[in-house]
């Protein structure tokens, strides 16, 4: 059975009539987790607002994680590829500014 993550291509030259055997791995990229942060001012309301607008989460969900982060001081809002991952964190950080809330993300590789 093949290996899921090992890709052999067999490819010729254009130029001869050289076969090239291409042996490579390819790696799944790497996931990030997008964590807010816990501080004084930004609402609970705001943070479930957040995450049900951008991280598209369910409104239960959406609490479960704002009353982690609320207890915890941090928690995971969504894991994504990279540039998935620091676009949300940005637009959540746009949002909390435009609403006066300091609300801030992080990004920590899974």
């Not at 994504?80 to 435009?98: F, G, N, P, V």
Request: one cysteine or more; glycine letters at 2%.
């Amino acid at each position: 059975m093949a290996d899921k993550d090992h890709k052999k291509e067999l490819w010729q030259d254009t130029d001869s009539d050289v076969v090239v055997e291409d042996d490579r791995r390819v790696e799944p990229p790497k996931r990030w987790k997008v964590l807010l942060i816990n501080d004084d001012y930004t609402t609970m309301e705001f943070v479930v607002h957040v995450l049900t607008q951008i991280f598209h989460l369910s409104e239960q969900r959406a609490m479960e994680i704002m009353l982690h982060v609320h207890q915890k001081g941090a928690g995971v809002a969504g894991v994504y590829s990279h540039d998935i991952a620091e676009t949300k964190a940005r637009k959540t950080t746009e949002l909390a500014r435009e609403n006066e809330f300091p609300l801030r993300c992080q990004l920590e590789p899974e």
